[in-house]
């Protein structure tokens, strides 16, 4: 009986992490370079839908762009993508966010950059939108 018992609880306790899925992609990741920063977040379902949401922000008063530069892999091709910059104009100690929705199957790598004459770079960091 007791053994009947502790295989029915292993069993709903599996059965809760398997299937916990939105919260599953609570993943976030930061890049640091000179000048700037990116954190970036997963959440959704991974297997349905990943929404990437990234905090560019300028933390230099030097009069250059704090920027995120990323690119996206598609599960399913086995592909990337260019690399793609989004940036943060607005100047020092401000923080621009970029949000992007995909169906599924798709990661984003990123780093942070600072846009000068030699530009300042970040470690690319990975966020899988399938498994956080």
């Not at 295989?7 to 299937?19: E, G, Q, R, Y």
């Not at 990116?38 to 959440?43: E, H, M």
């Not at 990123?110 to 000068?116: D, E, K, P, T, Y």
Request: aromatic share 10%; net charge positive; glycine share 10%.
């Amino acid at each position: 009986m007791r053994a009947g018992r502790v295989a029915v609880i292993a069993t709903a306790t599996l059965s809760a992490v398997l299937f916990s899925a939105p919260s599953a992609l609570a993943a976030s990741k930061t890049s640091d370079a000179v000048g700037g920063d990116v954190t970036c977040s997963v959440s959704g379902r991974g297997w349905e839908d990943s929404t990437f949401t990234c905090k560019i922000r300028d933390t230099k008063a030097d009069g250059h762009t704090a920027a995120m530069q990323y690119r996206l892999h598609y599960s399913w091709s086995g592909n990337k993508s260019e690399v793609m910059t989004a940036k943060n104009q607005n100047g020092h100690g401000t923080t621009v966010t970029w949000t992007k929705k995909y169906a599924e199957g798709v990661s984003l790598e990123f780093r942070a950059v600072v846009l000068r004459t030699f530009n300042s770079y970040g470690n690319w960091q990975f966020l899988d939108g399938e498994r956080g």
